[in-house]
């Protein structure tokens, strides 16, 4: 007995012994404060108010993280939590959501953060008579109340099931702007944003460098950790990764069109790649009401004539993965049969040579060399079935007003990583639609969207955004290339970064080792 | 303005001392490596090649190999195909822009040189004004926003190369216009044309053509420059600077695909030169301090 | 002395307001709606009406080239309509990288291509002046943009000694800001030597064979003292317009090299704006180059004609 107890009391002080060394070693691994970091970003940021700039490029999306806070925060696995907003509640039909806010935060200008700040943000995107270049995308919002102090409720056009998670997406009228500052700066506002977050805007040179500093006044304690945050756009992409090789920069965004890199940098033990695959994917529209897309025998054979496990080769090195249906992967939207066209080279001659007419056509690319790169791979496919593309490069920001206008015969576009495909899905394919690219109109696929749209139940709306992409499939109007997978790459010593929900580069709570 | 007679003093104080020495070994490397890359190009389609724009889409950046020679690029393009078709590019737009300005150019300066007073200044003070403008930024405005083609690339780095050529046409009319032959022909009571035609143009022409030679070589450098950064030629299109640019890329991993192209333009421009730097030292007469 | 100033002073003004109405004709001709891209995707018919006639887009142009040239006397340049900042601020914040640039190139090319010049001159017909310009024409077929790839693949990529990109403000952080521009001045500086020594050479050979030089050879000087007190100042003044004339044209932002380094300079805002179709910014900023490069040519003009009596007085 004796020996026993002797026994268990050199193994519990062992153990104890091990604990507390698991426990030291455990809170070595904790964040550290204190230090700063540079982010390469692709491009520069051209401002933050919605009603100059309308949408957030990725670049600006990590910036505005940064800068203001949103409702809420996607955790790891995808579900929303509270950030701004503490809890939610919604109506039966989900067309009416009531967010109670979170008490004692303040803007970075001193002015209090209620539902009365939110709402006359949004009152002023919403106002037609500021032509916000932000309304077609809340155009699902009809309005916002401010019954109390911190009960904010958003009344939706049509009902939404996933309000909440949206809502933490760092687009324009999702993040919360200080009234003060855009009732007195007017248009300074643009480049001298101010939110609630936790990293407030010192310096910005355009070009060269956004300089943003850690706010002492951050409602959430202990956060963030970083000092200061030095944003920085490198859009050539050799130097953006050599510069994060150089230790230049500590984090990068990146994409599967610099595989080389991407492949060096997994090797590599002081860099660490981030990845996350995403819902949607890179898309492509044809304008059904120009010829030859007019015709669907010619839409279908220039699909059938992809081969994407080739293209993927030669742009990415395998890195990209093939798209069936605008879903994804990443997508909680699985579908058994998306009728996606086969890769049949042959059956495209014929279904060409049944059309009969030559077939010349102009598509767009961004003047990039990536756009480059993918416009000649596809032009080549066509060549093989007697088809002739013509590469028209334009600037990026040049895309979406020709998009607009529908002044494209065959136009690249993006479906982004979003937690609920019906947004984009309703704007992209639904008759009125000014995104719907394609100008082709189903009453019966009008029918499907607006059905998965008001409907709580997941399985009839998995059933519908099937039959939506079988429809879409056999009709050729969109095709799609490559699901969406994000990277960023970054220095080992950087921890804390959340997965790239929507392809953001979110560092507002990251720390280094 | 003084600008412009200095430029000439520039010009015409060329070259070493040893003038007869210079159309040697060089000379004639250079002229050969030119008659080289000329017979490719015009020879191009009839060569045993790979089209220059087929992919081999899971063989990129491969090294050389029996069915690519020298390799293939990072969409699995033939390198080789791509070089000579580039060449085409380079030499089309290298010859037929300068043959626009030398045209022009060359016709402006010499009736500003001739006929001096009003038109001559007139001429002088536009040539400035368009020598203020940064001339890559127009080249690249007018592709960005008429659209990219050889045939617009080849218009407008013509027009660009107007005032160089106005400037030397009418240097070399300037000092001959004073001689006696020209006095002579004027005093027998000889039209201006005619004397335009007959005595002045024979004489303007050397210059004129070493100068032309020289501006093909600029042409070729500032086409690369244009469609190393993608706004030149259209792809597919191979030009030596799209390959330049696309190499760029890859600079890490397959290096050659940069240097190869980069090599050809060096020695076609280098050659350029040598070929039209030669000519104007043998054109130079002798004058005196102007 | 005056009256030479005061005669090519009033040659300048007609030739700045032929600079500002070819500026502003070339970008208004220039196909593609300026309305239509400022709407971005905002952009339905009436929405380009609308904005047309807010812009004044439809009045006649020689109205439109008035009204801008009347800003542009104010000091008005007009405003970017993807960043809201004026372009006037947006060239204010450029300039000192591109100034910065030129400077450190041109004080490269000096370095190199002076003293080699000089030596050439000294030497002319012997071995080394015979490789030198060989090697000078042969870098003057290197074009710019290659002679970056090659100092980036040695330098950064190889090598790791220096970034391949990228800008800290001289301000904030000199040392950082010097390595960043170390490789573009590097590559601009071995663009501008060879002609810089190519007519420092031949203006001191010609100088070489004066008869001063002769008597100062025959008062038994060295020859480091004739080379540099007696015939360097003689044979410097087209390599002062050379420089001058490069300094002009360098204010206009070597665009390829910075567009390779990154460097936020006037030539990247200028790509910048044509392909974003800013048609305002490249407006104003083609304007102020254009200007500036008027004038620059028109001080180094007086400088050589207060070198050169001979100029002064016609005598040319």
């Given amino acids: 007995m004796k020996k026993r107890t002797c026994f268990d009391a050199i193994t519990r002080t062992a153990f104890a012994a091990g604990v507390s060394l698991l426990v030291a070693t455990g809170t070595a691994g904790a964040q550290k404060r204190g230090g700063s970091i540079t982010v390469g970003q692709e491009l520069d940021i051209p401002g933050f108010d919605p009603l100059k700039v309308g949408v957030y490029d990725t670049s600006a999306q990590s910036a505005a993280a940064l800068i203001f806070d949103t409702l809420t925060y996607r955790d790891d696995n995808g579900e929303p939590q509270p950030k701004l907003a503490l809890s939610w509640t919604h109506s039966d039909d989900y067309k009416t959501w009531t967010f109670k806010l979170r008490p004692g935060v303040t803007f970075q200008d001193g002015t209090p953060f209620n539902a009365q700040a939110v709402k006359d943000s949004f009152d002023r995107w919403k106002d037609p008579a500021n032509k916000c270049r932000c309304a077609f995308y809340i155009s699902g919002i009809h309005d916002v109340q401010a019954p109390e102090e911190l009960t904010l409720v958003y009344n939706l056009t049509d009902p939404s099931v996933t309000l909440p998670a949206t809502l933490s997406f760092p687009s324009p009228a999702n993040v919360v702007h200080s009234p003060t500052a855009w009732k007195n700066k007017g248009n300074d506002y643009n480049r001298n944003p101010v939110g609630t977050g936790p990293y407030i805007l010192k310096s910005w040179t355009a070009g060269d460098r956004m300089v943003l500093e850690k706010n002492p006044d951050y409602w959430n304690k202990g956060h963030p950790y970083l000092d200061r945050i030095i944003l920085k756009p490198l859009p050539d992409t050799q130097s953006r990764f050599a510069s994060v090789q150089s230790g230049e920069a500590d984090i990068i965004w990146d994409d599967e069109f610099d595989a080389d890199n991407i492949l060096k940098a997994q090797k590599d033990p002081a860099l660490t790649v981030h990845t996350y695959s995403g819902s949607g994917a890179q898309v492509f529209a044809f304008n059904t009401k120009v010829a030859p897309f007019d015709d669907v025998r010619v839409r279908q054979a220039l699909v059938m004539a992809l081969d994407r496990k080739k293209m993927s080769q030669a742009l990415t090195n395998g890195l990209s993965r093939p798209a069936t249906n605008p879903y994804g992967d990443g997508s909680w939207v699985k579908c058994k049969d998306d009728g996606a066209l086969p890769y049949d080279v042959e059956k495209a001659k014929a279904l060409l040579k049944d059309y009969g007419k030559p077939v010349d056509f102009k598509m767009i690319v961004t003047a990039t060399p990536r756009g480059r790169a993918g416009g000649q791979v596809l032009q080549q496919f066509w060549k093989q079935i007697g088809a002739n593309m013509e590469i028209e490069q334009v600037d990026q920001t040049a895309i979406p007003p020709r998009a607009f206008m529908r002044q494209f015969q065959l136009t690249p576009w993006r479906i982004v990583d979003f937690p609920d495909p019906s947004p984009q899905m309703y704007a992209n394919f639904h008759t009125g639609s000014p995104v719907a690219l394609a100008n082709y109109s189903d009453p019966e696929l009008d029918r499907l969207l607006e059905h998965a749209r008001s409907t709580a139940e997941l399985d009839k709306r998995i059933e519908d955004y099937c039959a939506i992409s079988r429809l879409i499939n056999k009709e050729a109007i969109w095709f799609w290339t490559f699901q969406n997978t994000y990277y960023a790459i970054s220095t080992s010593k950087l921890k804390g970064l959340p997965k790239l929900f929507g392809g953001v580069i979110d560092v507002s709570n990251v720390w280094l080792e | ?290 | 002395m005056l009256e030479f100033l005061a005669r090519r002073l009033f040659y300048l003004v007609p030739v700045l307001l032929a600079v500002s109405l070819l500026t502003f004709l070339t970008a208004s001709l220039l196909p593609g709606d300026l309305a239509y891209v400022i709407l971005g995707d905002q952009a339905t018919p009436e929405n380009v009406e609308a904005l047309r006639r807010d812009l004044g887009l439809d009045q006649p142009i020689w109205w439109r080239y008035l009204g801008w040239l009347g800003h542009v006397l104010e000091g008005d340049l007009g405003r970017s309509f993807r960043t809201g900042q004026t372009v006037l601020q947006a060239v204010v914040e450029r300039f000192p990288v591109s100034f910065e640039l030129m400077l450190l190139a041109q004080i490269i090319a000096l370095v190199i291509g002076v003293p080699l010049g000089i030596i050439c001159a000294a030497r002319s017909g012997g071995p080394f002046d015979r490789f030198m310009t060989s090697t000078a024409f042969g870098m003057l077929s290197v074009p710019t943009f290659l002679s970056a790839i090659l100092l980036i693949y040695l330098f950064a990529v190889r090598l790791r000694w220096l970034p391949a990109t990228g800008y800290a403000p001289l301000t904030e952080n000199p040392l950082a800001n010097l390595r960043f521009f170390i490789l573009p001045a590097l590559t601009l500086g071995l663009a501008g030597w060879p002609g810089i020594m190519r007519v420092l050479r031949s203006d001191m050979i010609a100088t070489l064979q004066e008869d001063f030089i002769t008597l100062a050879k025959a008062k038994g000087l060295k020859p480091f003292r004739i080379l540099f007190l007696h015939a360097l100042k003689p044979s410097s003044l087209t390599l002062v317009t050379i420089t001058g004339i490069n300094i002009g044209h360098l204010m206009g932002g070597a665009v390829v090299v910075e567009q390779i380094f990154a460097l936020p300079g006037i030539g990247r805002l200028l790509l910048g704006a044509i392909n974003t179709r800013d048609l305002i910014v490249l407006q104003g900023v083609v304007l102020c180059v254009a200007c500036g490069y008027v004038l620059i040519n028109f001080i180094v003009d007086t400088v050589y004609a207060v070198l050169d009596p001979r100029i002064r007085h016609g005598h040319a």
Avoid at chain 2, 15 to 30: C, D, N, Q, S, Y
Avoid at chain 2, 138 to 145: E, G, M
Avoid at chain 2, 178 to 196: P, W
């Fill in chain 2, 1 to 290: 303005m003084a600008t412009l007679e200095l430029s000439i003093r520039d010009e015409v104080v060329a070259g070493p001392v040893h003038k007869t020495r210079r159309l040697g070994m060089l000379f004639w490397i250079a002229v050969g490596w030119m008659i080289l890359v000329f017979a490719l190009a015009i020879l191009a389609p009839a060569l045993p090649l790979p089209r220059p724009t087929d992919m081999d889409m899971l063989v990129r950046r491969a090294p050389p190999s029996a069915s690519h020679w020298l390799g293939t690029d990072g969409l699995g393009r033939d390198e080789l195909a791509r070089l000579i078709y580039g060449a085409r590019i380079s030499l089309v737009v290298g010859l037929c822009a300068p043959v626009i300005g030398v045209t022009v150019g060359g016709a402006l300066g010499m009736l500003a040189g001739y006929f001096r007073g009003r038109f001559d200044a007139l001429a002088v003070g536009g040539m400035d004004v368009l020598l203020a403008f940064p001339p890559l930024i127009f080249a690249l405005a007018v592709t960005a926003f008429l659209g990219q083609s050889v045939f617009n690339l080849t218009c407008i780095l013509g027009v660009l190369s107007i005032p160089a050529f106005m400037r030397v046409a009418r240097a070399s009319t300037l000092t001959l216009a004073r001689r006696e032959f020209v006095i002579a022909a004027q005093a027998l009571g000889a039209t201006h044309a005619r004397i335009l035609l007959r005595e002045l143009l024979p004489n303007v022409t050397l210059p004129l053509l070493a100068f032309f030679l020289l501006g093909v070589a600029v042409v070729i450098v500032v086409e690369g420059a244009l469609s190393f950064l993608g706004l030149g030629v259209p792809p597919p299109i191979s030009s030596w600077g799209s390959m330049i640019g696309e190499g760029r890329e890859s600079l890490e991993i397959a290096p050659w695909l940069a240097f190869i192209p980069a090599a050809a333009m060096f020695l076609t421009v280098l050659s350029f030169n040598i070929v039209g730097d030669s000519l104007r030292a043998l054109s130079d007469p002798r004058q005196g301090a102007l």
